[in-house]
């Protein structure tokens, strides 16, 4: 639920910059986001099935939360680091820092096993991977300009982290609800704005921050995808009860 890439250029209005090369790069740009976006969920996704069937680490993390807790302020720090600093660090370290964030979040993930049923997983997650890829290819092909959308979308986010947390002492279903059908649209909605800002950063990227970009956007695209298909699975998912 992060959001830090960098602002791109101001959007032309006109439409993009029809040069081939500016074409060229941003398409091979935009590849390397998504294949580095799907080999980190591959890493979720297997390391949390990995931990969910291994009964010593499952006891282990419903024993003590100060375990859980501590995932998930690695995942934070990693987050924030990768963002402030990916300019400071050199590509391959951005992109083995995001594949020990994938890998800390498939850990935190594992009790979802528990809770739900695996089929109900996995059927919310392909539906998850057709309306994340329906709004990607929007962001990317339209020539509309999302920053107004983004912008609305940022603060929404705000709000509904301030309402999670305050559901967190409340225990309150019916806002649960609430909370749970604005998080599908508002990341439905993020995912068109970061395709398409990864998009922009990319016609104008520096040949040599390429492989950056790359990171930073698999990672903010990971991040849509994850957060969309947590709250998909409170609408698709079948408890275990």
Same mark, same amino acid.
């Given at each position: 639920?992060?959001?830090?890439?960098?602002?791109?250029?101001?959007?032309?209005?006109? *439409?993009?910059?029809?040069?081939?090369?500016?074409?060229?790069?941003?398409?091979?740009? @935009?590849?390397?986001?998504?294949?580095?976006?799907?080999? /980190?969920?591959?890493?979720?996704?297997?390391? $949390?099935?990995?931990?969910?069937?291994?009964?010593?680490?499952?006891?282990? @993390?419903?024993?003590?939360?100060?375990?859980?807790?501590?995932? %998930?302020?690695?995942?934070?720090?990693?987050? #924030?680091?990768?963002?402030?600093?990916?300019?400071?660090? $050199?590509?391959?370290?951005?992109?083995?820092?995001?594949?020990?964030?994938?890998?800390?979040? /498939?850990?935190?993930?594992?009790? !979802? &096993?528990?809770?739900?049923?695996?089929?109900?997983?996995?059927?919310?997650? #392909?539906?998850?991977? *057709?309306? %994340?890829?329906?709004?990607?290819?929007?962001?990317?092909?339209?020539?509309?300009? +999302?920053?107004?959308?983004?912008? %609305?979308?940022?603060?929404?986010?705000?709000?509904?982290?301030?309402?999670?947390?305050?559901?967190?002492?409340?225990?309150?279903?019916?806002?649960? =609800?609430? !909370?749970?059908?604005? *998080?599908?649209?508002? %990341?439905?909605? +993020?995912?068109? =704005?970061?395709?398409?800002?990864?998009?922009?950063?990319?016609?104008?990227?520096?040949? /040599?921050?390429?492989?950056?970009?790359?990171?930073?956007?698999?990672?903010? +695209?990971?991040?849509?995808?994850?957060?969309? #298909?947590?709250?998909?699975?409170? &609408? #698709?998912?079948?408890?275990?009860?």
């Amino acid at each position: 639920m992060y959001d830090n890439t960098p602002t791109p250029p101001p959007y032309n209005h006109g *439409g993009y910059n029809n040069s081939s090369n500016v074409v060229s790069t941003a398409s091979s740009v @935009m590849k390397r986001v998504y294949v580095k976006m799907t080999l /980190g969920l591959l890493v979720t996704a297997f390391l $949390s099935m990995f931990c969910a069937g291994s009964q010593a680490y499952m006891s282990f @993390m419903l024993q003590h939360s100060w375990f859980y807790w501590g995932l %998930f302020i690695a995942e934070l720090a990693i987050v #924030f680091s990768v963002s402030a600093r990916i300019t400071k660090m $050199s590509s391959a370290t951005a992109s083995l820092l995001f594949y020990v964030f994938a890998a800390i979040n /498939g850990m935190a993930l594992a009790p !979802i &096993f528990l809770v739900y049923t695996a089929t109900s997983i996995a059927k919310t997650f #392909f539906i998850c991977a *057709g309306t %994340f890829g329906a709004m990607s290819i929007y962001g990317f092909f339209t020539t509309q300009d +999302l920053t107004k959308w983004g912008n %609305f979308l940022f603060y929404a986010l705000i709000g509904l982290i301030i309402a999670s947390v305050v559901n967190i002492f409340t225990h309150s279903d019916g806002l649960g =609800w609430v !909370i749970s059908c604005a *998080g599908v649209l508002i %990341f439905v909605g +993020l995912t068109a =704005w970061d395709t398409q800002k990864i998009k922009q950063m990319a016609e104008y990227a520096p040949a /040599g921050m390429t492989g950056h970009l790359a990171t930073i956007g698999a990672l903010n +695209l990971y991040l849509d995808f994850i957060n969309l #298909f947590l709250y998909l699975l409170r &609408f #698709f998912g079948s408890s275990r009860d």
